[in-house]
């Protein structure tokens, strides 16, 4: 069964730093571009960092260039978004999403999100 979890969410002030966790089971997340979401209500989902699969190349939104870092740990079937110096604009629910070709389709997976709030 494909489960992808997020954790590491919650209250921060502005300037501090979190580092969001999704664990994958189901398959091999090494295998798999993988990235994460935002989302404010009311607004679309929007992405905010990538890794390729494929030569573990990564990419971020212009907004958190600087600030964020994606990261995969193979052993553990983890990735990791490290956040640093952030601000009240960051506040939003995080998913992760992975997309794996199963051969003759390719499935996309969420996580159920985990909530970062910036505030004093």
């Known amino acids: 069964q494909v489960q992808l979890v997020e954790s590491g969410g919650g209250l921060v002030q502005p300037g501090g730093s979190l580092r969001l966790s999704c664990e994958v089971s189901?398959?091999?997340?090494?295998?798999?571009?993988t990235a994460w979401f935002r989302q404010v209500p009311g607004k679309e989902r929007e992405g905010v960092s990538c890794?390729?699969?494929?030569?573990?190349?990564?990419n971020y939104a212009d907004s958190v260039k600087g600030r964020f870092t994606i990261s995969r740990d193979s052993a553990k079937n983890m990735v990791f978004l490290q956040m640093n110096n952030l601000n009240p604009e960051d506040t939003a629910v995080y998913y992760c999403?992975?997309?794996?070709?199963?051969?003759?389709?390719?499935?996309?997976?969420w996580g159920q999100g985990t909530q970062v709030t910036v505030s004093l």
């Open positions: 999403h992975s997309s794996r070709n199963w051969g003759d389709f390719v499935g996309n997976y």
């Open positions: 189901g398959f091999t997340v090494s295998y798999s571009a």
């Open positions: 890794i390729s699969n494929v030569d573990g190349r990564t």
